[in-house]
């Protein structure tokens, strides 16, 4: 059964750093590029960022660029995202998904965890 | 960036009526390489069309893909009980990947 579990979320101040990880099965995950997608509460999809299957190739989107990045370890099937310098609108559901290619700009998301709740307040 | 602009916003309408959902980007979508995904309250979203045309594996043939360049078109043929969600419309061809704001259906 493919399965994609991410872990890491919780409450957090302002300025301070979280890491989210991504653990997933069932599936060859060196294959593939994976992704971040998160949305904020009663809001829509934003994509956070991506990485190609061996992390040759990383994209962020301009609202997290410079403060967050991303990883993979691919001996251990697992996805990070590495948050420093959070601001309350960084607070959301995030998801890890696995993409259907293996690298950044040809595959959809075809694999989605249940996201984990990141909320950034004082 | 490739801004996707959805329309309507939302969509009242009754079982088994027709919907058509639009998806218009900003530029054109390299290699047609836009998908469709489906978001029930509290749960993840569920990939349905891939290519712009290309149904995801298990999804029913009543959800359809269509359209090319900078218009783009989800058709659910007769709504199922089911089918009552949100609908976001993504590109992936270029960088930064981009969603619309969303499509709700809800029931008439």
């Known amino acids: 059964e493919v399965q994609v579990v991410e872990s890491g979320g919780g409450l957090v101040q302002p300025g301070r750093s979280l890491r989210l990880s991504c653990a997933v099965s069932?599936?060859?995950?060196?294959?593939?590029?994976m992704h971040w997608v998160r949305q904020a509460p009663g809001k829509g999809l934003e994509w956070v960022s991506g990485i190609s299957w061996n992390s040759g190739s990383i994209a962020y989107a301009d609202s997290v660029k410079g403060r967050f990045t991303i990883s993979r370890d691919n001996a251990k099937n697992s996805l990070y995202l590495q948050m420093s310098s959070l601001r309350a609108e960084d607070t959301a559901l995030y998801f890890c998904?696995?993409?259907?290619?293996?690298?950044?700009?040809?595959?959809?998301?075809?694999?989605w965890g249940q996201g984990t709740t990141v909320t950034v307040s004082s | 960036e490739i801004v996707l602009t959805q329309s309507p916003a939302t969509l009242s309408l009754s079982p088994g009526e027709r919907a058509t959902l639009s998806c218009g980007a900003g530029?054109?979508?390299?290699?047609?390489?836009l998908a469709w995904y489906q978001q029930k309250p509290g749960l993840a979203p569920r990939l349905l069309i891939y290519?712009?045309?290309s149904r995801a594996t298990g999804i029913p043939d009543r959800f359809s893909g269509s359209g090319s360049g900078t218009d783009f078109t989800l058709t659910i043929s007769r709504l199922e009980p089911e089918d009552f969600a949100v609908y976001y419309c993504?590109?992936?061809?270029?960088?930064?990947?981009?969603f619309g704001q969303g499509t709700k259906v809800e029931i008439k």
């Open positions: 993504q590109q992936y061809g270029s960088s930064p990947r981009t």
């Open positions: 069932g599936f060859t995950f060196d294959d593939y590029a």
């Open positions: 998904a696995k993409d259907m290619a293996y690298d950044l700009l040809s595959g959809g998301q075809d694999v």
């Open positions: 290519d712009a045309s």
């Open positions: 530029q054109s979508v390299t290699s047609n390489y």
